[in-house]
């Protein structure tokens, strides 16, 4: 909700103006998909590329924000979507910025990727890592699906609660079948591509 007694502050650097300084456009690469689909380990190992290449860039991760920003939100569909509002507003103000940022969050209702998509318009980059829901089970890295069959979990994204599959995601990885550094070169090429950098 929207109080009455606040006004919008316009700033005299804009982000067009940042993004000459600093060399390159800015933008948010938004890792979506299943847990242990690999998007936090991909999202890490893109933000590593563009900083060796002294672009300013940051990741924002999905358990990170959940210390912080949004440690009063669970996992319902009404936080989730919270979650991803707050997100959305976060990651515009680092586009704002001139920052590559990149977002790995598992954002499993199109509608809420969506509402990111339109605060964000140009700048918004989806990027759907497919990847089974078996060899997402395998991989497990944080123990949450063995917690999950063990019934410690509830409402769990892929198992017991929908994730809605990107209808026209910008990028699909196939990450049940490429290797974390073959990964993160699809999206190098792709960055590269829209002229990002």
């Not at 909700?1 to 502050?9: A, L, Q, R």
């Not at 380990?41 to 940051?58: D, H």
């Not at 924000?65 to 680092?94: C, M, P, Q, T």
Request: aromatic share 8%; proline share 3%.
């Amino acid at each position: 909700m929207k109080s009455e007694n606040v006004t919008w502050h316009a700033a005299n650097i804009l982000k067009g103006d940042r993004q000459k300084v600093y060399g390159h456009k800015s933008g948010v690469l938004w890792l979506t998909g299943l847990s242990g689909s690999g998007k936090s380990t991909i999202a890490v190992e893109v933000e590593k590329r563009l900083f060796e290449r002294n672009l300013k860039t940051y990741h924002l991760d999905g358990d990170n924000l959940r210390f912080g920003l949004n440690k009063d939100l669970g996992f319902s569909a009404e936080d989730r979507r919270e979650n991803i509002r707050r997100v959305g507003e976060l990651a515009k103000l680092f586009a704002d910025a001139g920052i590559l940022t990149i977002t790995s969050f598992i954002s499993p209702y199109q509608s809420d990727r969506n509402l990111a998509r339109d605060l964000l318009e140009d700048d918004f980059i989806e990027i759907y890592l497919k990847c089974s829901l078996d060899v997402c089970e395998q991989r497990d890295p944080k123990g949450l699906y063995k917690k999950v069959r063990n019934g410690e979990i509830k409402g769990f994204t892929g198992i017991d609660a929908p994730y809605e599959v990107p209808g026209e995601p910008e990028l699909i990885i196939e990450t049940d079948r490429l290797t974390v550094e073959e990964s993160v070169e699809k999206i190098m090429d792709y960055m590269e591509k829209r002229c990002l950098f």
